[in-house]
């Protein structure tokens, strides 16, 4: 099955720098990867995902690139405020015939410190 | 809209006993996943349902089952709770089986705690 690995487990950065969270896949099926955010004692919520049919997407602060053939795709937060504070979960899936089964990576906590 | 509900939102068991999860999908959605994430980790596949029917299934043993109503709500069931079944229980929404729509929207969860 598949194995969704993600570095780095802590990041730290200063407010207004930018953070890039970085994982790895396995199944080369898998063509769907959204990225979930999880604050303290809350649902995790979709902040963006790309599909394999795209390199980049990007939503004002937060872009995901994805290299296909290396099986990998990254998070990058530009000008990061307080606010981004929170753990963040990338996934991938195979797009199939059926609703997708997510494969979630093992999260990052990203702290950002004023 | 009130997004994707769960009920309780928290539940304390003894080892041997069963519980029942409820959850309500988002309005419009028509799949419901459920997902186990233990303190610390990642969410982990259980299994999912569309049409009343059970149609993927991740690495979990038998005492882990389900049901879908024709309302689209779901239940997950675990018999024979042990220690380590204690995490908090995920249900995602989505729409369409079989389209191009597959955005999973979590609802709160159910925090289960066996003691």
């Known amino acids: 099955g598949e194995n969704v690995e993600q570095h780095p487990s802590t990041l730290s950065v200063q407010e207004g720098d930018s953070a890039v969270i970085k994982c790895t896949y396995s199944d080369s099926a898998s063509n769907y990867f959204p990225w979930y955010k999880q604050e303290l004692g809350k649902r995790p919520q979709l902040i963006i995902d790309i599909r394999s049919n795209v390199g980049e997407k990007k939503d004002q602060r937060i872009a995901v690139t994805l290299n296909k053939t290396a099986k990998h795709f990254s998070l990058h937060i530009t000008e990061t405020q307080p606010e981004d504070s929170a753990v963040y979960f990338c996934?991938?899936?195979?797009?199939?015939?059926?609703?997708?089964?997510?494969?979630f990576g093992t999260g990052t906590q990203l702290k950002v410190e004023l | 809209d009130a997004g994707v509900t769960q009920s309780p939102t928290h539940l304390i068991k003894t080892r041997g006993q069963q519980v029942t999860l409820r959850c309500s999908p988002k309005s419009g959605h028509d799949t419901v996943s459920w997902y186990q994430q233990a303190l610390g980790q990642g969410p982990q596949f259980i299994f999912q349902?569309?049409?009343?029917?059970?149609?993927q299934r991740g690495n979990f043993p038998d005492r882990f089952s389900g049901h879908q109503f024709p309302n689209y709500s779901s239940e997950l069931n675990v018999n024979a709770l042990l220690l380590g079944d204690s995490a908090l229980y995920l249900c995602a929404s989505s729409r369409v089986w079989g389209s191009s729509y597959n955005e999973q929207f979590f609802g709160p969860g159910t925090r289960l705690t066996v003691l």
């Open positions: 996934a991938a899936s195979p797009l199939t015939g059926g609703g997708n089964k997510l494969t």
């Open positions: 349902y569309y049409e009343e029917e059970e149609r």
